[in-house]
């Protein structure tokens, strides 16, 4: 299930960023899986993480099934 990028931002960090810094992440290629643009809002799947420049997922735990 994918939830508005604010309300993500709310259940993953405390205090949450502002949405100008998390569309700067989504360009980034930093939120995993990337969120869907539809309209002016962006759609993030419930369980995405957040992955700096250290921290990238593998792979393998990319693929699904």
């Known amino acids: 299930m994918k939830i ?3 309300k993500w931002l709310e259940k993953e960090f405390d205090p949450p960023p502002k949405i100008r810094t998390a ?3 989504i360009k980034a ?3 995993y899986p ?10 993030v799947e419930d ?3 957040f992955a700096d420049s250290t921290i990238r997922p593998r792979l393998v735990d ?3 099934g």
């Open 4 to 6: 508005r990028l604010d």
């Open 23 to 25: 569309r700067l992440w």
């Open 29 to 31: 290629g930093k939120i």
């Open 34 to 43: 990337p969120p869907v643009k539809v309209g002016r809002s962006c759609y």
């Open 47 to 49: 369980n995405a993480t």
């Open 62 to 64: 990319r693929i699904p």
